[in-house]
């Protein structure tokens, strides 16, 4: 059976119930684990908090990924309260709108980098400062999109940090193996979300990839809490450095079907 009871861990990433993190969260509780919120900025609180009262945790802690004082309270908070963790789940990302559309010859070094750090490294980051506090191993989840090798609309410097994040998990897949910490990728196809809606052309994707996929629709947010289910209990323990997709099979198709042309 795939349970999670016994398992603490912290997700990284809710803004509102649409958010994937909160996809996965919920599943994370509902299979019997016990959860831990970091949540970017006080505005966001206002919906973070009910949501993680909802499934029983009261454990929040402010934490934005660029701030290092930040990170580190979020850390010495679990270490405090529960002393060491099963698991992570980062579900973050960000990069200026006004570059989600367009050519991506017109990124700026300034959002390049600004991307690449919140998208990627605090993947890094948080690997590390886990690892200190997950004495009998764990797993570690990031969410990317295919985005990050195919060109999809308006993607553009994304694709990039998405490239570079499914490198990250597989080095450090090999890091921290030896550790018990085992590092996986999901990749869902085009959800309704914040951050999803930032790409220009969101709802064309998404209606394109529910026409497209094999399965003829797009991901659930449960589908994608399963997913991280399976990946952070005892049942996926030997899946790591790995790039799951769910996305209804949308990834394999090279060109659509004759009559969706
Ligand atoms: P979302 O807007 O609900 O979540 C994005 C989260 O990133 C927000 O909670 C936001 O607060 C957080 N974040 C951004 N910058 C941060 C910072 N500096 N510090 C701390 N947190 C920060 O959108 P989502 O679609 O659920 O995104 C979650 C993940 O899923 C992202 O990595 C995204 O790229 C990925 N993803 C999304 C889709 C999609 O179509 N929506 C598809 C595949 C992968």
């Known amino acids: 059976m795939i349970t999670m009871n016994g398992k603490r861990g912290l997700i990284m990433g809710v803004a509102n119930e649409r958010s994937i993190a909160w996809g996965i969260a919920a599943a994370m509780a509902e299979a019997g684990a016990e959860l831990a919120f970091s949540y970017q900025g006080e505005n966001l609180l206002k919906r973070v908090g009910p949501l993680a009262e909802s499934v029983g945790s009261s454990l929040l802690v402010e934490t934005d990924v660029t701030d290092d004082a930040s ?34 010859t017109n990124t700026s070094r300034a959002n390049f980098q600004n991307s690449l750090t919140i998208s990627c490294y605090s993947f890094i980051d948080v690997a590390r400062r886990a690892a200190e506090i997950m004495p009998d191993g764990g797993t570690l989840l990031t969410l990317t999109y295919q985005g990050s090798t195919k060109v999809t609309p308006n993607y553009n410097v994304m694709g990039v940090a998405k490239a570079a994040l499914e490198s990250a998990t597989r080095y450090l897949a090999t890091d ?40 003829k629709a797009n991901a659930t947010l449960a589908s994608i809490g399963g997913t991280a289910v399976y990946l952070a209990s005892d049942a996926g323990a030997f899946t790591t450095g790995e790039v799951i997709h769910v996305d209804g099979g949308l990834h394999v198709i090279g060109m659509p079907q004759i009559e969706n042309l």
Not at 78 to 94: C, N, P
Not at 199 to 208: D, E, L, N, S, V
């Open 176 to 215: 921290l193996g030896g550790q018990g910490i085992r590092v996986n990728a999901i990749s869902p196809g085009p959800m309704k979300t914040l951050a999803g809606a930032a790409i220009a052309g969101a709802r064309r994707t998404f209606r394109y990839a529910e026409a497209n996929a094999p399965m």
């Open 71 to 104: 990170m580190d309270r979020a850390f010495a908070m679990l270490k405090k309260e529960w002393g060491k963790i099963d698991f992570v789940v980062h579900a973050i990302a960000y990069s200026d709108k006004e570059e989600l559309t367009g050519r991506i």
